[in-house]
């Protein structure tokens, strides 16, 4: 089972936003609760937003009101959309099926000032 990032990394200016995406092949439990993390150079990777299969979801706080998830049971995609991006959202973003800790390949968002 492979979640694949369909984003192959952009750079924006603060303020901006972007829609990476994550998809796997089949829905199965091992995708009923997803997340997105973030690692940022020298730092550890945190959790950024989760949806879990009753639709509720939970965000880190650095990003409510800016971040919201959603995802699309036809197409077994998870969209994660970035609105006001800050310099600080600069990291590596990466997709997580939460119940078999199945992980994406990492994403690069860049934002400058």
């Known amino acids: 089972q492979v979640l694949l990032v369909e984003f192959v990394g952009a750079s924006v200016q603060a303020g901006g936003s972007l829609r990476p995406s994550c998809a796997h092949s089949?829905?199965?439990?091992?995708?009923?609760?997803m997340s997105w993390y973030r690692q940022a150079p020298g730092k550890e990777r945190e959790f950024v937003l989760g949806?879990?299969?009753?639709?509720?979801?939970s965000y880190a706080d650095s990003v409510k009101g800016r971040f919201t998830l959603s995802r699309d049971y036809a197409k077994n995609t998870v969209y994660l959309q970035m609105n006001n991006l800050k310099p600080e959202d600069t990291a590596m973003y990466y997709c997580?099926?939460?119940?078999?800790?199945?992980w994406g390949q990492g994403t690069q968002v860049t934002v400058s000032s």
């Open positions: 997580k099926a939460e119940r078999c800790s199945i």
């Open positions: 089949r829905f199965t439990v091992c995708f009923y609760d």
């Open positions: 949806i879990k299969s009753d639709g509720s979801t």
